[in-house]
Nanobody
Framework: VQLVESGGGLVQAGGSLRLSCATS????????MGWYRQAPGKQRELVAS????????HYADSVKGRFTISRDNAKNTMYLQMNSLKPEDTAVYYC?????????WGQGTQVTVSS
């Protein structure tokens, strides 16, 4: 099973980024998925999750109203649209299954928000 995150970068506060998570096999289609992030010196945390069909989504309070999670099962890809970014959103972002992440994580994608 491969999880490949992309789309990160350096952006000014208030800007936007769209992250993508490409998966192999049936990982995406058969699982509730989540976006996680880990900031320097902090534990990895869940940012958002989405059900297998995409009808149910949940967000961490810190990103509600700013981030939108979505998925395209036909393309085996999940997305995270991030708007109104804040410096505290700076972290490495990962995708994985939810609520129990697989043991193997992808390399993540770095998001850096400058003030």
């Amino acid at each position: 099973v491969q999880l490949v995150e992309s789309g990160g970068g350096l952006v000014q506060a208030g800007g936007s980024l769209r992250l993508s998570c490409a998966t192999s096999g049936s990982t995406l289609k058969l699982n509730t998925m989540g976006w996680y992030r880990q900031a320097p010196g902090k534990q990895r945390e869940l940012v958002a999750s989405i059900s297998t069909g995409g009808s149910s989504t949940h967000y961490a309070d810190s990103v509600k109203g700013r981030f939108t999670i979505s998925r395209d099962n036909a393309k085996n890809t999940m997305y995270l649209q991030m708007n109104s970014l804040k410096p505290e959103d700076t972290a490495v972002y990962y995708c994985n299954t939810f609520p129990i992440p697989r043991n193997t994580w992808g390399q993540g994608t770095q998001v850096t928000v400058s003030s």
